[in-house]
């Protein structure tokens, strides 16, 4: 069965560090997404990118944050110079129907920062 | 405001008796409702969803779920509950908008007891 698959899937990483977090979507999927779960939290929709573009970001996406589909497989997420509260865990999505909706999600990336 | 609300945190369940996890939404447009169960070190899987028609759907593991829209609930319900079921389970809503973030509950987080 197709997945989402996301790597590393634990990163530990110095304050200001940069992080690039990958993501390798469901090959015939059109939309993709970020999301992030910090410790004890909800899960919180951070952007949306389709047509190599970002359709929708919210407010914790920043300046800091970024996302590009350089290949046509991958999916990145970098944060430039990562701060404490970054720590979480981060997940990629995917989904193929225009009309939106159901969303399959990678395992995630643990992120933490020092 | 767009919202999902899990009233219930924390939820214990005897191995054998029923499951409900309530779920209720505010949402602008006519939403798509979505249950996800996390596994504790996994990502989110799909339980079921709700995009129109019948409004009782049915999920895997046995899972099934009522949308009332007079009520804006999309509860969770299962006849026997397993120890496997033990997890965290999310209630989400999104637009029926391509592209667009799901938003999603707090989670309710559920333990069997034998």
């Known amino acids: 069965e197709p997945e989402v698959t996301q790597t590393p899937s634990h990163q530990v990483t110095q304050m200001g560090q940069e992080v690039i977090l990958r993501c390798v979507p469901i090959?015939?999927?059109?939309?993709f997404y970020w999301y992030r779960q910090i410790l004890g939290q909800k899960v919180e929709f951070l952007v949306s990118?389709?047509?190599?573009?970002?359709?929708?970001k919210s407010e914790i996406f920043d300046d800091q944050f970024s996302v590009e589909r350089p290949d046509g497989s991958n999916f990145t997420l970098k944060i430039r110079s990562t701060k404490l509260e970054d720590s979480a865990m981060y997940f990629c999505?995917?989904?193929?129907?225009?009309?939106?909706?159901?969303?399959?999600f990678g395992e995630g990336s643990r992120l933490t920062v020092l | 405001a767009q919202s999902v609300t899990q009233p219930d945190i924390h939820i214990t369940v005897s191995e054998g008796a029923s499951l409900e996890l309530r779920c209720n939404y505010s949402?602008?447009?006519?939403?798509?409702l979505f249950w996800y169960v996390q596994s504790p070190g996994q990502g989110l899987q799909l339980l079921l969803k709700?995009?129109?028609?019948?409004?009782l759907v049915q999920g895997i593991k046995g899972f099934e779920a009522e949308f009332k829209r007079s009520q804006s609930s999309f509860n969770l319900r299962k006849p026997s509950v397993h120890w496997s079921d033990a997890a965290e389970y999310f209630c989400?809503?999104?637009?029926?908008?391509?592209?667009?973030?799901?938003?999603f509950g707090k989670g309710t987080t559920l333990s069997v007891s034998s």
């Open positions: 090959s015939n999927h059109l939309y």
């Open positions: 990118f389709y047509n190599n573009e970002i359709s929708e």
């Open positions: 999505a995917s989904t193929l129907t225009p009309t939106g909706g159901e969303l399959f």
């Open positions: 949402y602008g447009a006519t939403p798509y």
């Open positions: 709700y995009f129109s028609g019948d409004t």
């Open positions: 989400a809503v999104g637009a029926q908008q391509a592209g667009t973030a799901l938003i």
